[in-house]
């Protein structure tokens, strides 16, 4: 890829407003992140009753085992991005838009030097494209089971999901 067009990718970011948004966005420090996904690790398992923005800073410590949490919720945009579920989503989104725009900037460029990286483009695009148009499996582990396999499978996930009945007998 040449300068010009590494140049031009860079340049789409407006300075300004990159600067006003790490003002306000809140940048979780390692053992914050690690802390998140182990809380939300919990609540995807279920077990938990409450609504899990209804914890407080004491009980996602208690439930944690990290005291250094209730210090964190202090800090300005932590219980926001603690709370976010859907933070990794919304992220790639973002950075998703930001590929297409930088895609779109190499494909409009007319630099002879760029040919190249509008050749890698074409490609991407193309097998990205190839790649919606292919069914997709949702669960590959199910498809290719065998009739036993699969029926022990829903019985085994029916357990999960249903409660226990116990047959009574006729001498009840």
């Known amino acids: 890829m040449?300068?010009?067009v590494k140049r031009s990718v860079k340049l789409s970011v407006?300075?300004?407003?990159?600067?006003?948004?790490?003002?306000?966005?809140f940048r979780p420090t390692p053992a914050q992140k690690e802390a998140k996904a182990r809380f939300w690790a919990i609540m995807n398992?279920?077990?938990?009753?409450?609504?899990?923005?209804?914890?407080?800073?004491?009980d996602v410590a208690d439930l944690?085992?990290?005291p250094l949490v209730v210090r964190w919720f202090s800090d300005k945009g932590f219980k926001d991005f603690f709370f976010n579920k859907f933070e990794g989503e919304q992220k790639l989104e973002v950075l998703w838009d930001k590929a297409l725009d930088a895609m779109a900037e190499i494909l409009d460029t007319s630099d002879p030097k760029a040919q190249g990286a509008r050749v890698s483009?074409?490609?991407l695009l193309a097998e990205m494209r190839q790649?919606?148009?292919q069914p997709k499996m949702l669960d590959r582990a199910v498809q290719d089971m065998d009739i036993d396999q699969l029926n022990a499978f829903i019985e085994k996930q029916t357990l999960k999901v249903l409660p226990q009945v116990e047959e009574k007998t006729n001498d009840e």
Do not use: C, F, W
Request: charged residues 30%; proline residues 8%; hydrophobic residues 35%.
């Open 14 to 25: 407006d300075p300004a407003e990159l600067a006003e948004l790490n003002g306000v966005m």
């Open 64 to 66: 944690l085992r990290t």
């Open 45 to 58: 398992e279920g077990l938990q009753m409450k609504d899990p923005v209804t914890y407080s800073p004491t």
């Open 2 to 4: 040449s300068d010009n």
């Open 121 to 123: 483009v074409i490609r």
């Open 131 to 133: 790649a919606k148009r």
